[in-house]
């Protein structure tokens, strides 16, 4: 996996704020919990934090709360979810979109589950499968995704299948709410149904590679082109099969034969064991050291005036 090494000791000073207000996880109560500032930029970057500053970060809930900081603020606007910026307010972005140009970036929220400089996947078949005791989970909060649903009730009828979440709960002792629960049914089981909320190209969560890290073996619903991120070796990749039955008797398959089963979780789990370049840490510096070198507006001076007198 590529990793920069040796970052400069002498670090850029950058003027930053949040816009709390607008996230939904940890960046909201505390910023410096924010993968992109944790784990990534602070190691090229020394940020301080200002009432007035010269870049704000916001996010898609409620985002044109962003209005209400200074017009001299420069926007980026940052999301997982399967949500586009709006152009009249931002000035970059970083989505899902495979869209890569001085203003847009793609990061998928499956990237910041992957670190370059702390992320292991477990790939050895003797280790993956003394703690395999399971056949697979689903673990899941969100009712409203029909086709996730309809695979759990379609797969359950070959084995059971441990659904440790709100949504169809089978398990005596549900898992809580912390990640170190739900990995620990993941890795005790042969799959995990990683269906996405929804299908759009590019759009891809921790739902595909929290499994891989774990030597649990995907069955991946959701961004179409998902082989251009991952391995297809790896995974089992629902969009390539014409049925969700078709699916069901692959899984099957797999299920009763253990050198394929083998053949699946030891495959690297992306191509030729490293990152596509657009998403490497190198891809990603490189955006976000234009922007804070350059500094420059996208969207007009006079133009944020009005909107943040308005907002």
């Known amino acids: 996996m590529e990793i920069l090494k040796n970052p400069s000791p002498h670090r850029p000073l950058v003027s930053i704020n949040f816009c709390r207000s607008t996230f939904r996880d940890k960046a909201r109560t505390d910023p410096n919990q924010w993968w992109l500032l944790q784990n990534f930029l602070t190691h090229y970057f020394e940020f ?59 990061l998928p929220l499956h990237r910041t589950y992957f670190d370059t400089r702390c992320s292991k996947a477990e790939r050895d078949f003797d280790v993956i499968s003394k703690r395999v005791n399971r056949f697979c989970n689903f673990i899941y909060t969100n009712e409203s995704a029909k086709e996730r649903i309809d695979f759990f009730n379609l797969l359950g009828h070959y084995k059971r299948i441990d659904s440790g979440g709100r949504v169809a709960n089978n398990m005596k002792d549900p898992l809580g709410d912390t990640i170190e629960a739900k990995l620990d ?9 990683a269906f996405e909320n929804s299908s759009r190209s590019g759009y891809s969560t921790e739902k595909i590679v929290q499994p891989l890290l774990h030597g649990s073996i995907p069955i991946y619903w959701g961004d179409p082109d998902i082989e251009l991120d991952f391995n297809p070796d790896c995974f089992i990749n629902v969009h390539k099969y014409d049925s969700l039955e078709a699916v069901v008797k692959e899984i099957q398959r797999i299920d009763q034969d253990d ?20 998403l490497s840490d190198k891809a990603l510096l490189d955006f976000f050291s234009q922007i804070f070198s350059k500094k420059r507006h996208q969207i007009p001076r006079f133009k944020k005036f009005f909107q943040c007198a308005n907002g």
């Open 259 to 278: 050198n394929l089963w083998k053949k699946y979780v030891t495959a690297p789990i992306f191509k030729e064991g490293k990152l596509p370049e657009k």
């Open 48 to 106: 301080r934090f200002d009432d007035r500053p010269d870049f704000i970060f916001y996010a898609d809930l409620n985002s044109a709360q962003v209005l209400k900081y200074s017009s001299n603020a420069i926007r980026i606007f940052y999301t997982g979810e399967n949500v586009l910026p709006n152009w009249n307010i931002a000035d970059y972005a970083l989505t899902h979109e495979p869209i890569y140009n001085e203003r847009h970036w793609r």
């Open 185 to 193: 049914l993941v890795q005790q089981c042969k799959f995990t149904i």
